[in-house]
């Protein structure tokens, strides 16, 4: 049973506290004030000390560096009326685990203490493939279960196909299989399928002989050639046009290609890997990408679970990109306030691993304490945007509106929007208007926007 030491001038916070702990199971000691909790930490050992800050003889402070003193192991907590910014800072400096403003959620307060307890009795070295897998990290059974797949078909041969939303960590996935396979010291090139305009992107891949079209000045080595002996990564293998994907097929099928310009076959050893944030399936349903092809990428697929449906990993990936951010920028910054997980731990994410290291990236710029506090986080850019939209969709003055312009100015921004998150593609853009590319084509003649069609894949 853990024992905990509440410090408080005040005997109402003592007899509620003492009301909470023991319910949940503790071993709960007094202290009227600072002073004889420094003879009591003389005397007895406990495995969390939960004190007031302010106190007329000895104050919070004083007892965490007391305790400091006698028992570096055990985690104290302050909790204050009057805490401030300053006051956090100064304690957690000193060595507290964490600060409570009062008056206090009694669920946060009971988690907190409970994380602070579970905490203290973890391993200081824990095993870091429990929860570090390369550069994936997580120990929920989600990632446990992608770890296990990831040892049992990188020694393979076969291909891959990697589905998950984006920000979720597909390509290092990717790499953490190639670094796993016999391949690990061979090249992995990665291929954007979506930031390779339509234009280029046959040269890029199979190369081309010089004088093979305007501009061919030199030989040219593809990036399928590039790869040889090693790993080629397809991110957003969706996004290839039907002409490319006639073109790969042959390439997985016969391992084999031709430059641009040459009729010489060229022998090719390579594996497969590829990412989606689709459905692929319905793509091959809507006749957009081959179901052939498919096939022979899908031949084991790993999904990545978005970080809403993992949120036991927040902690640790918090605490990641805490420690390389800092590292970056030259900060002593080594932990998140409880109030901010719990914050992070209630956003849902919507760009999943992705959007947390940057709101981290964000937070660890912002910070002046050596802890991160609530105020630093940047969560509300998404709401607040969602807000000024709707109130740009509902104004409505006592002149009226023209409803016609209006409508077309609001289908206008949608499709610019939707051009610039598909990075310029044409089919994906179609996808997440919900309409088709014959409809999207009409569309932009009719607002105008032909002169963004040339820029289309």
């Known amino acids: 049973m853990n024992s905990i030491l509440v410090v408080d001038d005040e005997l109402s916070m003592r007899e509620f506290l003492e009301i909470v702990l023991t319910k949940e199971g503790y071993a709960v000691h007094f202290a ?57 800072v100064e304690a957690m400096k000193d060595g507290a685990y964490d600060y409570i403003p009062k008056p206090f959620n009694v669920s946060e307060f009971k988690k907190i203490v409970r994380d602070a307890l579970e905490r203290k009795t973890l391993p200081k070295h824990k095993d870091e493939e429990e929860y570090h897998f390369g550069c994936l990290i997580g120990e929920s059974p989600q990632m446990k279960r992608t770890y296990d797949l990831i040892r049992r078909v990188a020694s393979t041969k076969t291909n891959i196909l ?26 992995f090139v990665v291929i954007n399928c979506a930031g390779i305009p339509e234009t280029l992107i046959e040269s890029e891949l199979f190369g081309y ?47 084999t290609f031709t430059r641009i310009g040459e009729t010489e076959e060229r022998q090719v050893d390579v594996r497969f890997i590829s990412a989606t944030n689709i459905n692929l399936e319905e793509e091959v349903m809507d006749g957009s990408f081959r179901e052939d092809l498919f096939f022979r990428l899908n031949v084991i697929e790993i999904t990545m679970p978005p970080l809403r449906e993992r949120k036991g990993d927040l902690p640790l990936l918090a605490q990641h990109f805490l420690g390389k951010y800092s590292h970056e920028q030259g900060k002593e910054i ?65 002149d009226g509106i023209k409803l016609d312009k ?32 014959r409809s999207l084509r009409y569309r932009m003649s009719k607002l105008g926007l032909e002169a963004f069609s040339g820029e289309l894949s």
């Open 334 to 398: 080594n932990k998140l306030s409880a109030y901010a997980m719990d914050i992070l731990s209630q956003y849902p994410f919507p760009g999943n691993v992705r959007e947390l290291e940057n709101i981290i990236e964000r937070s660890v710029a912002l910070e002046t304490s050596n802890i991160v506090l609530p105020q630093s986080l940047s969560l509300s850019n998404f709401k607040k945007g969602r807000m000024r939209e709707n109130r740009r969709r509902t104004d409505l003055s006592e």
């Open 32 to 88: 009227s004030s600072g002073e004889e909790a420094c003879t009591t930490l003389d005397k007895e050992a406990f495995d969390l000390v939960i004190t007031d800050i302010r106190m007329d003889d000895i104050d919070g402070l004083g007892v965490l560096r007391k305790v400091r003193e006698v028992n570096s192991e055990t985690r104290v907590i302050i909790i204050s009326a009057f805490a401030t910014a300053e006051t956090a």
């Open 162 to 187: 990697i589905s998950g939303e984006s920000g979720t960590g597909k390509e290092l996935v990717a790499r953490a299989i190639h670094g796993q396979s016999p391949r690990k010291d061979q090249p």
């Open 406 to 437: 209006v409508m077309a100015e609001l289908e206008k921004d949608y499709i610019l929007r939707a051009l610039d998150m598909a990075h310029g593609s044409k089919q994906r853009t179609a996808r997440l208007l919900g309409i088709t590319m």
């Open 209 to 255: 002989k010089k004088g093979a079209f305007t501009g061919a000045n030199t030989d040219k080595q593809g990036l399928f050639e590039a790869a040889d002996g090693g790993t080629v990564f397809f991110d957003e293998i969706g996004e290839l046009t039907p002409a490319i994907q006639v073109k790969l097929l042959r390439v997985i099928q016969e391992k």
